[in-house]
């Protein structure tokens, strides 16, 4: 039945008002319901936000007219797509007035030599965020210190222990993305509570030094690039553990750069022994199905689905050393392990890859190698 008397409207209880406006976003509910009366404004003023700006003028008005008269505190999640605007909004409301913010997603942010233009000097403030998601890029200027900022935000989650409640965890550096070395990490880093992280290049040995913080992670990637210096081999084989380090990691993406060896693989396999996805980027000193069988059949019991992505940009007399391994990869392939887990190979060649790959999905276990050759 139509409620259209204002009286019995208004005799709604305040809970399920709050819980009505949860389904509009903070425009929509402003427009909708503010100056209907003061008991409704009182409770709009309660309300959480949740502040997500996609279209171009809608962040102005909020700014203007929304936010001085809501409580910035209600704050539950925060999205900002345009470096103007995080620039804008953290002068105005600093990031520890936040203080019940949950979401935290900032893209396309400049790094300044400004500190007090960056929110994560405030991270310490936020002991209820769950999910932080930062973009970082150079300036118009031409200021470039997004890795040494990348660095300051690993190092006060995992060395300082900020957002305690942080299960989701991405940082990038933009389309330029370099190799972030982390000299302050400490040997043992606090283990969080984390279960996503993502993480666009590290060294190696950085990546070992994270391994005791990961024991919560479910899932990790690191899609631009995992590099290798000289010390790699001598600290992989110095780290003496029991257990596990990921147990309960079950999707594994990692980009691995020239210097990868099988050594370096099997150690990392060794901490997620329940892996059911496995999407590795690897170079053709790696096309080995034979040692691929024995690596797999000993630390990925409970393997799913592989993608092994081989990619070679070299010219000239390398080309033939390459397709004699992909001929030796493609023989060495025919044996039960590969034949029982629907194995299918998929060659592309040249710069566009995304229109010519085939992918095969398998009810149960699918194993796909999709053999990116560009010669």
Same mark, same amino acid.
């Given at each position: ?9 208004? *005799? ?27 008991? %409704? ?12 700006? =996609?279209?171009? @003028? ?7 007219? *929304? ?20 620039? @804008? ?10 203080? +019940? ?7 396309? %942010? ?17 002991? #209820?965020? +769950? ?8 300036? $118009? ?18 060395? +300082? ?16 993305? !370099? ?6 990490? %400490? ?8 279960? #996503?992280? /993502? ?30 210096? @000289? ?11 029991? &257990?596990?380090?990921?147990? =309960?990691? %079950? ?9 990868? &060896?099988?050594?370096?693989? =099997? ?31 000993? =630390? ?8 092994? $992505?081989? &990619? ?18 493609? !023989?060495?392939? +025919? $044996? ?6 629907? &194995? ?7 710069? @566009? ?6 992918? /095969? ?15």
């Amino acid at each position: 039945m139509l409620v259209t008397n204002p009286s019995i409207i208004e *005799m709604f209880p305040m809970e399920l008002w709050l819980e009505i406006f949860n389904y509009f976003n903070s425009n929509d509910l402003w427009h909708s319901f503010h100056d209907l009366n003061r008991k %409704i404004d009182a409770m709009i003023e309660q309300t959480l936000l949740h502040l997500n700006f =996609k279209e171009q @003028d809608s962040y102005y008005y909020f700014m203007k007219n *929304m936010l001085p008269v809501l409580n910035v505190a209600n704050v539950r999640s925060l999205k900002l797509q345009e470096p103007i605007k995080v620039i @804008d909004f953290f002068s105005t409301f600093p990031l520890s007035s936040l203080i +019940q913010l949950r979401v935290l997603s900032l893209n396309l %942010i400049y790094s300044s030599g400004d500190s007090s233009l960056k929110p994560w000097n405030q991270l310490s403030s936020l002991k #209820y965020l +769950q999910s932080l998601n930062i973009m970082l890029c150079r300036s $118009t200027g031409g200021w470039d210190n997004s890795n040494e900022e990348k660095v300051l935000i690993i190092h006060s989650i995992f060395n +300082q222990n900020f957002c305690p409640l942080l299960k989701s965890l991405i940082i990038a550096t933009g389309e330029f993305a !370099r190799v972030t070395s982390l000299p302050s990490l %400490i040997a043992i880093p606090k283990m969080t509570i984390i279960e #996503y992280l /993502s993480i666009d290049a590290l060294y190696f040995e950085d990546l070992i030094k994270l391994l005791p913080a990961l024991r919560n992670v479910k899932s990790f990637h690191i899609d631009e690039g995992v590099y290798f210096n @000289d010390m790699n081999d001598i600290r992989s084989r110095k780290m003496i553990f029991r &257990t596990p380090f990921m147990p =309960k990691c %079950i999707r594994l993406h990692l980009n691995l750069e020239m210097g990868t &060896t099988f050594d370096h693989i =099997k150690y990392i396999l060794k901490h997620t022994p329940n892996l059911q996805g496995l999407f590795l980027s690897i170079r053709p000193n790696l096309l080995n199905a034979k040692r691929w069988e024995k690596l797999l059949s000993s =630390k990925c019991p409970n393997l799913l689905k592989l993608e092994l $992505t081989c &990619t070679d940009y070299r010219y000239g007399d390398y080309s033939a050393v390459v397709y004699e391994r992909l001929e030796t990869f493609e !023989r060495e392939r +025919q $044996t039960p392990f590969w034949i029982e887990r629907n &194995t299918t190979i998929s060659y592309v060649q040249g710069y @566009d890859h995304a229109n010519h790959i085939v992918r /095969s999905y398998i009810t149960k276990v699918s194993f796909i190698l999709i053999l990116r050759v560009d010669l």
